[in-house]
């Protein structure tokens, strides 16, 4: 009867029977966070703690020297370099387009750019070694122009248009559009440089260098509209297909030199008379 009465006092509560269970429970809890912490430490000394990630937001905060130092450790790491590309090449990308776009000079321009080649440890010099290359031949074709005007305006006309000829096909191939100015400065000096153009046609007719003349009258009519250039050009035309005289087109070459040169000195007498007036 006392083997009964034990059975019957033991407590098979379902309260009791879950406590197993609740145990487990919060026991796999316990795993699953440890885990998730595992993978958290995991992803951050991998990825935000990573050289490469470094590079990154020191480069961002401008601290050049870590990224330096970073550049320098993980030189043979391809992995490294592969990620911190990214930012250094869109950085010399953006140098170019500020000095093209006038906010920087090509000298500051060459100076970020061989900074961004010391930051990181000559990793991508070849990249940059072009943009540097670029930026210094961008800078040539603008010197080149500013000579070709100094020489228009100091009265060298012929060669000052030989040398914005050069500039319009140099500035072409790079990119760069300069033909606003050329067509500014031809317009400014074009009975100057018409008066010169002529006399150069003149001479190159008796030496049959009609394909040099050609070269000057198209590159003009690409700025100016003058029907003095069209119509010599259609006189060039028959004297290559034998229907005119070197001697005449020559002397009509002389002639629209001398008329050019003419309405040069009316157009100053025009503004003496102008100032004459208000005095």
Same mark, same amino acid.
């Given at each position: 009867m006392s083997q009964n009465n034990d059975l019957n006092s033991t407590d098979l509560s379902p309260e009791n029977e879950s406590r197993p269970s609740h145990k487990r429970g919060i026991l796999i809890l316990i795993i699953i966070i440890a885990i998730a912490a595992a993978v958290g430490s995991y992803i951050y000394f991998a990825v935000y /703690?990573?050289?490469? /990630?470094?590079?990154?937001?020191?480069?961002?905060?401008?601290?050049?020297?870590?990224?330096?130092?970073?550049?320098?450790?993980?030189?043979?790491?391809?992995?490294?370099?592969?990620?911190?590309?990214?930012?250094?090449?869109?950085?010399? $990308?953006?140098?170019?387009?500020?000095?093209?776009?006038?906010?920087?000079?090509?000298?500051?321009?060459?100076?970020?750019?061989?900074?961004?080649?010391?930051?990181? !440890?000559?990793?991508?010099?070849?990249?940059?070694?072009?943009?540097?290359? $670029?930026? #210094?031949?961008?800078?040539?074709?603008?010197?080149?122009? !500013?000579?070709? #005007? #100094? #020489?228009?305006? /100091?009265?060298?006309y012929l060669e000052g248009i030989q040398d914005l000829m050069e500039v319009s096909d140099s500035s072409e191939e790079i990119d760069v559009d300069l033909e606003d100015e050329i067509s500014e400065l031809i317009k400014e000096n074009q009975d100057s440089i018409k008066t010169s153009l002529f006399e150069e046609f003149s001479r190159l007719v008796k030496e049959k260098n009609f394909s040099q003349i050609k070269t000057y009258i198209d590159f003009i009519l690409g700025y100016i509209k003058d029907a003095d250039f069209s119509d010599f050009q259609a006189l060039i035309a028959k004297l290559q297909s034998g229907t005119g005289k070197i001697d005449e087109i020559s002397q009509a070459a002389s002639d629209m030199a001398d008329s050019a040169s003419a309405a040069i000195k009316d157009k100053l007498q025009d503004i003496k008379s102008q100032f004459e007036d208000r005095e």
């Amino acid at each position: 009867m006392s083997q009964n009465n034990d059975l019957n006092s033991t407590d098979l509560s379902p309260e009791n029977e879950s406590r197993p269970s609740h145990k487990r429970g919060i026991l796999i809890l316990i795993i699953i966070i440890a885990i998730a912490a595992a993978v958290g430490s995991y992803i951050y000394f991998a990825v935000y /703690s990573s050289p490469a /990630s470094t590079f990154q937001r020191a480069f961002k905060e401008q601290d050049y020297d870590t990224c330096a130092q970073l550049s320098r450790e993980n030189a043979d790491d391809p992995d490294f370099a592969e990620e911190i590309s990214t930012c250094v090449l869109a950085e010399s $990308e953006e140098i170019e387009e500020n000095y093209r776009n006038g906010d920087i000079s090509a000298k500051d321009a060459l100076t970020q750019l061989q900074e961004l080649n010391t930051v990181s !440890d000559g990793l991508f010099q070849e990249s940059l070694d072009s943009k540097i290359s $670029e930026v #210094k031949t961008i800078e040539n074709v603008y010197i080149s122009f !500013d000579n070709a #005007k #100094k #020489k228009i305006l /100091s009265g060298n006309y012929l060669e000052g248009i030989q040398d914005l000829m050069e500039v319009s096909d140099s500035s072409e191939e790079i990119d760069v559009d300069l033909e606003d100015e050329i067509s500014e400065l031809i317009k400014e000096n074009q009975d100057s440089i018409k008066t010169s153009l002529f006399e150069e046609f003149s001479r190159l007719v008796k030496e049959k260098n009609f394909s040099q003349i050609k070269t000057y009258i198209d590159f003009i009519l690409g700025y100016i509209k003058d029907a003095d250039f069209s119509d010599f050009q259609a006189l060039i035309a028959k004297l290559q297909s034998g229907t005119g005289k070197i001697d005449e087109i020559s002397q009509a070459a002389s002639d629209m030199a001398d008329s050019a040169s003419a309405a040069i000195k009316d157009k100053l007498q025009d503004i003496k008379s102008q100032f004459e007036d208000r005095e």
